[in-house]
């Protein structure tokens, strides 16, 4: 079920923050708000890059404030306290009533957004659930209704980078940005009476001048480029293509380690392009389809380093997450595997969510 703000759990952090000046500087030269979540991640070249991208990235072809709601949808279904609670707050700053909130958290009938906004809001949702995956007739559903292909393709990137960005936070327990909550609150007011000039700024900023666009060719070079492949000319792709190099060419876990979880969150969401992609990356590592089956069903593999076995039985459990008993997994995890380690297999566990997600646009 759906919960609100005030009813998900929370833990203590993960990882302390990582105070890195150089990298503070680098993340407000290019827009970035030293948030919480930056500096856990800082370790991370390939991780903080992502979450960078996420936070500052650009659309193209949708409306900025389909783009919120959308934002706030999926933080709400992924039950991520710190996500749920930031993007509420920036919408209340973008000038949004406590009433037009509450209708989108409890999907009552949303006066403001007509039919066809309705209809992305729920592939929104349904897509950030993913019980099970929407198929790929509702994507079509969408072009149908008047949505262009690239406008539907980038609704479901920025669904599945917020389903990155949601798992990060919660595997790490990032503690909630309070402070700008409660600044937010006490100018609930104000932000009402120049909301329309704030959307105005903030659709413009959202719509700036992006990063060059990448073409198909590129996007489907190196690992799980037949999902990237679609997204080809829109800017958000660049954030999935960079975190899925960084993230395979890291050496913190090993390339099968990442493969093997990779391939465990596909069939868990019974995404067989997912899947195929995993067990092509896994043959690479000299892993052969007998022992990728065996793996897949004991959730073990006698070939992984011992303490990075233990990653495949908790990946799982990053698909569909309890959010109090993932934390303390995480945690225990973290423990036997080393901070390094532990915010490797956050961000790579992450990855697979989301881009087993993305998925639906190639099958």
């Excluded at 592939?123 to 262009?148: I, K, T, W």
């Excluded at 690239?150 to 917020?162: C, D, K, N, S, V």
């Excluded at 000299?286 to 070939?303: V, Y």
Aim: proline share 6%; with cysteine.
């Amino acid at each position: 079920m759906t919960r609100l703000l005030d009813e998900i759990p929370w833990s203590e952090p993960l990882l302390a923050p990582d105070i890195d000046p150089a990298w503070e500087a680098e993340l407000r030269r290019r827009g970035g708000n030293g948030s919480e979540v930056d500096r856990r991640v800082a370790p991370s070249p390939w991780i903080r890059e992502a979450c960078l991208g996420v936070n500052t990235g650009r659309a193209s072809e949708i409306p900025a404030h389909l783009f919120s709601v959308a934002a706030l949808v999926t933080s709400q279904e992924n039950a991520c306290r710190y996500c749920y609670g930031a993007n509420r707050a920036y919408m209340k700053n973008l000038g949004y009533s406590e009433a037009y909130i509450r209708r989108i958290e409890t999907e009552a009938h949303l006066a403001e957004l007509n039919g066809r906004e309705r209809a992305l809001v729920a592939f929104c949702r349904n897509l950030a659930r993913s019980r099970p995956r929407p198929a790929r007739a509702e994507f079509d559903g969408l072009v149908r209704l008047g949505y262009a292909p690239a406008a539907a393709r980038e609704i479901a990137l920025w669904i599945a980078l917020g389903c990155f960005y949601n798992r990060v936070t919660i595997l790490l327990a990032a503690p909630p940005e309070q402070g700008y909550e409660k600044w937010v609150e006490a100018k609930a007011r104000w932000f009402a009476l120049i909301g329309p000039l704030t959307r105005w700024q903030a659709a413009r900023r959202r719509r700036g001048k992006p990063d060059p666009a990448l073409s198909a060719d590129v996007l489907g070079a190196g690992p799980y480029g037949t999902v990237l492949a679609p997204l080809a000319r829109l800017p958000g792709a660049r954030i999935m293509k960079d975190a899925l190099d960084g993230a395979f060419a890291s050496r913190v876990l090993s390339r099968a380690t990442k493969a093997l979880m990779f391939a465990i969150v596909a069939r868990s969401l019974g995404c067989r392009a997912s899947e195929t992609e995993a067990r092509r990356l896994l043959a690479a590592e000299g892993i052969g389809e007998a022992e990728a089956d065996q793996a897949l069903a004991t959730l073990s593999f006698a070939r992984l380093p011992a303490d990075e076995a233990q990653l495949l039985p908790w990946v799982r459990e990053t698909v569909h997450v309890q959010i109090a008993r993932i934390q303390a997994r995480t945690r225990d995890l973290a423990g036997a595997l080393g901070a390094p380690a532990a915010l490797e297999a956050v961000g790579v566990a992450a990855l697979a969510n989301a881009t087993v997600r993305l998925a639906m646009l190639v099958e």
